[in-house]
């Protein structure tokens, strides 16, 4: 019960493959991570970033947490942007949500869930303030899809007035924040149109992004 061996030989089986198709491929590896893109998701196990965008380890530094969550008071969420902006110069920061997000149907209810009660307040302030949007939708589903949207443009919004990403526009650096989600359904991508390379861009990319129809 202690022991995992299958997920063992899994991953002897995986190197392997890996190996026959780049025998250098751990040993560059090794020698450190560029990767250009900063994924911030949702902790879902039904999501992985790497394998939905089709790329391999080293060429994307992941975050997630519960409803892919941006807020100033995570410090954690916060140092993986700085190190990634900083350090490692990343030049997209993707924030990816994803349909049917148990985070976000949870916050759409009264019910208390114990300790992420806390967490799910953030995306509760959201459905607030979104309000008139979301009465207009009588469809439960559409709603509650609607929402995870709308939870992916605020959090894309939080990464773009996050300290790091406003010091490196003011820099003049490389760097663009995007909003995308994710149907589980189907396995495919869908861009939000909130792409945001600079501080004069967000209030346009906003207001597009939240006027779209679902």
């Excluded at 700085?82 to 149907?105: D, N, T």
């Amino acid at each position: 019960m202690r022991l995992l061996p299958h997920l063992i030989e899994n991953n002897r089986t995986w190197a392997k493959n890996i190996l026959e198709e780049d025998p250098e491929f751990f040993s560059k590896l090794a020698k450190g991570q560029k990767p250009e893109i900063l994924w911030i998701g949702c902790a879902d196990s039904r999501v992985p970033a790497n394998q939905i965008i089709g790329l391999k380890p080293g060429e994307v530094f992941v975050h997630r947490n519960i409803a892919n969550v941006v807020v100033h008071s995570d410090f954690n969420c916060q140092s993986v942007m700085e190190y990634a902006v900083s350090a490692l110069q990343v030049k997209h920061i993707i924030v990816c949500g994803h349909y049917g997000c148990g985070g976000v149907q949870a916050a759409t209810q009264n019910n208390h869930v114990g300790l992420i009660d806390g967490w799910l307040r953030h995306i509760r302030d959201i459905r607030q303030k979104h309000d008139e949007l979301l009465q207009g939708i009588d469809d439960e589903n559409q709603l509650l899809d609607r929402l995870c949207e709308l939870n992916v443009v605020e959090q894309a919004l939080n990464v773009c007035h996050s300290t790091v990403v406003q010091e490196a526009w003011e820099q003049g650096r490389e760097l663009a924040v995007h909003g995308w989600i994710y149907a589980i359904k189907d396995g495919l991508i869908r861009d939000l149109n909130v792409t945001i390379a600079g501080t004069d861009e967000i209030a346009d990319a906003y207001r597009v992004a939240v006027n779209q129809p679902s």
